[in-house]
Nanobody, 124 residues
Framework: QVQLVESGGGLVQAGGSLRLSCAAS????????MGWFRQAPGKEREIVVG????????YYAGSVKGRFTISRDNAKNTVYLQMNSLKPEDTAVYYC?????????????????WGQGTQVTVSS
């Protein structure tokens, strides 16, 4: 049974930082590209960052470029999202997703497995 478990969300003031983790089990982690999506109330789920299987290729949405960093540790079956200089508009539920493919995926339907989500709230 595949499980993706996010952690690290919470409440932070604008300008602060958070580090999200997503621990994967029940799959061959190194065979999956990974992504972080977010969904704010009343909005569609959108991709934030993505990373390919090896970690050699990464994607950043324009709104987070220069502030967020995705990384993965295939030995620990874990993907991370370091979020710096957080803004109130970053407030959302953040989801980790896995895609059985070498390359990056950009849309929710391209991903095979999802975590339950973790809330990130940035106060002004």
């Amino acid at each position: 049974q595949v499980q993706l478990v996010e952690s690290g969300g919470g409440l932070v003031q604008a300008g602060g930082s958070l580090r999200l983790s997503c621990a994967a089990s029940g799959l061959t982690f190194s065979s999956y590209a990974m992504g972080w999506f977010r969904q704010a109330p009343g909005k569609e789920r959108e991709i934030v960052v993505g990373i390919n299987r090896s970690g050699g290729s990464k994607y950043y949405a324009g709104s987070v470029k220069g502030r967020f960093t995705i990384s993965r540790d295939n030995a620990k079956n874990t993907v991370y999202l370091q979020m710096n200089s957080l803004k109130p508009e970053d407030t959302a539920v953040y989801y980790c997703a896995a895609r059985l493919h070498y390359g990056l995926g950009y849309a929710p339907h391209e991903y095979d497995y999802w975590g339950q989500g973790t809330q990130v709230t940035v106060s002004s």
